[in-house]
């Protein structure tokens, strides 16, 4: 229960059908700093605020409460954020604090309570893929978080529930009015908990101020074109905020750390038909030959064609059909057949694949 009005309706509907709700809240050491005036107060997840709402839930069903002391794990998630930004790539906190800490440290919480189910409020569901749970998109496309939950381990999805996985939200809203929830048009979290600022470069700066060394910024054929003041101030598929003028528009294509290099270039630079990933996740038995299914390789992306190649455990490269835009080191990537989410990985590296033979190619899906 993190105090959101997702959340809150899926604790109270799980309640209104008859389960024995447990209410757990991550308490991560997070400050959120009072705005300014005239600004909008941080819309996370972790606040004290939060917290409190959260326990005024539970307390209207009448249901057991607990606030968990996870700072010491959070500050390690905030170390892996900063650290890839150290080193040129793009992290994404959500997915690790899901893995790690949502469905990680959670489940053993759940096992001192003797909670046989584990349920959040997150746009995803449960189903059944050739007799065995399979996490899947929710019905609300538009909000559908299973992108994020791509890393759980594959031996607790038989205990997960996912209360609003067939809802949009607006009859989540619409639930929590009927519910009389008070958070019923709180908004959205849409920043990272702890960069409630969404400085990034700031949270690095703080903590490895190192990363910020004058270099150079270079064009397509290695020319310097500029200067930049540290590698941490950037993202691929990054425009704005460049300080450089060649006459025409321009993005980040390419972060190299070793060299405290940033690379530039016209749009086209940023089209690529491969990925490699790294510490893959499979909600399923992969095939060792290659096979199809659709790739997803960042929140708002839509999964696209590609061919996958997963022989290596732990290791997936991906093909696809077109080439896409701004395949980023550091990002979160996805597989898919149709609504079943098949598992994910981290992406190491973008790259133009070589010549494939398409008799090697496996046409059915897992």
Request: charged residues 20%; hydrophobic residues 35%.
């Amino acid at each position: 229960m993190s105090g959101g009005v997702d959340s809150s309706v899926a604790a109270c509907l799980l309640h209104e059908q008859g389960y024995q709700v447990i209410g757990f809240f991550m308490r991560t050491g997070v400050e959120s700093p009072s705005p300014a005036a005239g600004q909008e107060r941080h819309r996370g997840c972790c606040s004290a605020t939060d917290a409190a709402d959260a326990r005024w839930v539970a307390g209207r069903l009448g249901v057991s409460f607990y606030a968990l002391n996870f700072e010491n794990e959070f500050d390690t998630l905030i170390d892996y954020f900063v650290e890839e930004y150290k080193n040129g790539r793009t992290p994404n906190p959500c997915v690790h604090c899901n893995n790690r800490l949502k469905f990680g440290r959670i489940v053993d919480y759940a096992h001192t309570v003797d909670a046989n189910l584990i349920a959040t409020g997150h746009y995803a569901r449960i189903g059944q893929r050739a007799g065995q749970p399979i996490l899947r998109r929710a019905v609300d496309r538009t909000k559908d978080q299973s992108y994020v939950l791509n890393g759980l381990d594959r031996s607790i999805l038989q205990r997960l529930i996912f209360p609003l996985g067939e809802l949009t939200k607006e009859q989540v809203r619409a639930e929590a009015r009927r519910f009389d929830l008070p958070m019923h048009d709180k908004p959205d979290s849409v920043e990272i908990c702890f960069v409630p600022d969404r400085n990034y470069a700031r949270v690095v700066r703080e903590r490895a101020p190192e990363a910020f060394r004058q270099g150079a910024v270079v064009d397509q054929q290695g020319r310097e074109v500029g200067r930049h003041d540290g590698i941490a101030n950037f993202t691929i598929g990054q425009r704005r905020g460049l300080g450089i003028a060649l006459g025409l528009p321009i993005y980040v294509t390419h972060l190299d750390s070793e060299n405290n290099r940033v690379t530039v270039g016209e749009k086209a630079a940023l089209y690529h038909r491969a990925l490699q990933a790294v510490r893959v996740n499979w909600l399923i038995d992969p095939p060792a030959t290659p096979w199809r299914a659709n790739v997803q390789i960042r929140y708002q992306h839509s999964a696209a064609p590609a061919t996958i190649y997963s022989a290596e455990p732990g290791q997936m490269q991906a093909i696809f059909d077109e080439p896409q835009m701004a395949i980023t080191p550091g990002q979160a990537v996805a597989v898919y057949d149709d609504d079943d989410c098949l598992g994910g990985g981290w992406i190491r590296l973008a790259q133009q694949p070589a010549a494939t033979a398409e008799s090697t190619i496996t046409p059915a899906t897992p």
